[in-house]
Every structure is written in C-alpha cells, then in structure tokens.
C-alpha cells in the first residue's frame, strides 16, 4: 500500500523510528519487497543504509530472519549494536 497522506507519512516514519528499520512493499515496483536499516556514524549522523529486497513472496516468508540480518549488518558498519535488535519480539508479517 502507498502512502498518499501527511498524516500516513508522518505515522510511517514515526513507526520506523520505533522499530529502527523500513519495509518496502511493493511500493516501489509490484511484487518487489524490501527490507532496509540506516548506518550511523559514531556522532549519530546518517552515513547510508544497508538493506535487502527480492520477491515479495520470499522476503515476506522469512521477514523475521532478513530484518535481524539487515540490523546485524547495519550495526556492524554503523560500529555499534543496532537497538532494534535490543528489542525482544519484534515481528514483522502483516504489520504496516
């Protein structure tokens, strides 16, 4: 589903935050889905990110497995452990 409103954006972004990584949809192209995490310098700024994105069908069936992947790389390259990774039970299938 594409974000078309301020106010889905602003929700969005704050979830990303939260969870410490993005999940591309299909909103890019139909039936291409992605999973990103950023890459930190040491003084908190955005070097880039570090993500994967394949098929729909075989990144939604191992989301759990690729989000802490994406984390664990993006941590290692930001030197530090990713807080997502911190949080206990962070699941990823059908959640928007």
């Keep these: 589903m594409t974000i078309s409103g301020r106010d889905e954006l602003v ?3 704050a979830k990303i935050r939260e969870v410490g990584y993005a999940i591309n949809r299909g909103e890019w192209r139909d039936g291409v889905w992605g999973i990103v995490a950023p890459v930190w310098s ?6 880039g990110a570090v ?10 069936e191992d989301a759990d497995r690729l989000v802490e992947l994406v984390l664990t ?3 290692a390259m930001s030197g530090t452990r990713h807080r997502a990774l911190q949080a ?9």
């Design 11 to 13: 929700a969005e972004l």
């Design 51 to 60: 993500g994967v994105s394949g098929p729909r069908v075989r990144i939604e």
């Design 73 to 75: 790389e993006a941590a």
């Design 88 to 96: 206990s039970g962070a699941r990823v299938r059908g959640s928007r």
């Design 42 to 47: 040491p003084g908190s700024i955005l070097r």
